[in-house]
Antibody, heavy 124, light 110 residues
Framework: QVQLQESGPGLVKASETLSLSCTVSGGSISSYYWSWIRQPPGKGLEWIGYISYSGDSKYNRALKSRVTMSVDTSNKDVSLKLSSVTAADTAAYFC??????????????????WGQGTLVTVSS | QSVLTQPPSASGTTGQRVTISCSGTRSNIGRNTVSWYQHLPGTAPKLLIYRNNQRPSGVPDRFSGSTSGTSASLAISGLQSEDEADYSCAIWDDSLDGYVFGTGTKVTVL
């Protein structure tokens, strides 16, 4: 079974870059797309973007100018960088495996495996 | 503000059936498939339903999903105390060219 573990600083200063890592174990990094999802305190889930092992990526348009994702296949690691953070970026950040299928039913994208999440607070 | 609208809350007593709606648009529901997630504060969300009505292994058959037009529903039959959680629908939106989550529904077991 795929297991995911996020890691990174829990506190980031405003205007700086948030950097998180997600280590994949128990499965092949080439079998899925990998997404980052966040949940601000008291709010709903927000998709940040996804990336494949080959680098195929798509980001949330609202965050696109500040987001960079990458995959290190040798270390089975997926990273997220979010630049110019503000207090609005304070959230629990999750990485998740993304099934991505297109057929007669349209796009089927869903997240089967999730990391436990890591809380990132942006301080002023 | 999400393009997928859910009621903020739903409730029922143990054993009852609870239904959660997810209202979308022609650029998402009806064009692509819906998934549903259960999440508790401080824990990772759990996939309950994918491809509109499919349950992953290990998810009880008390949980079922359906779609009609530009709306989707999650039904929980035989409500149990451990079902008290937040539930979110989610889908790929062709107009946004991105993935969207619903506004979320908190289910309370009375």
């Amino acid at each position: 079974q795929v297991q995911l573990q996020e890691s990174g600083p829990g506190l980031v200063k405003a205007s700086e870059t948030l950097s998180l890592s997600c280590t994949v174990s128990g499965g092949s990094i080439s079998s899925y797309y990998w997404s980052w999802i966040r949940q601000p305190p008291g709010k709903g889930l927000e998709w940040i973007g996804y990336i494949s092992y080959s680098g195929d990526s798509k980001y949330n348009r609202a965050l696109k100018s500040r987001v960079t994702m990458s995959v290190d296949t040798s270390n089975k690691d997926v990273s997220l960088k979010l630049s110019s953070v503000t207090a609005a970026d304070t959230a629990a950040y999750f990485c998740a495996s993304s099934a991505r299928i297109r057929d007669s039913s349209g796009w089927s994208i869903y997240f089967e495996y999730w990391g436990q999440g890591t809380l990132v607070t942006v301080s002023s | 503000q999400s393009v997928l609208t859910q009621p903020p809350s739903a409730s029922g007593t143990t054993g009852q059936r609870v239904t959660i709606s997810c209202s979308g648009t022609r650029s998402n529901i009806g064009r692509n498939t819906v998934s549903w997630y259960q999440h508790l504060p401080g824990t990772a969300p759990k996939l309950l339903i994918y491809r509109n009505n499919q349950r992953p292994s290990g998810v009880p058959d008390r949980f079922s999903g359906s779609t009609s037009g530009t709306s989707a529903s999650l039904a929980i039959s035989g409500l149990q105390s451990e079902d008290e959680a937040d539930y979110s629908c989610a889908i790929w939106d062709d107009s946004l060219d991105g993935y969207v989550f619903g506004t979320g529904t908190k289910v309370t077991v009375l």
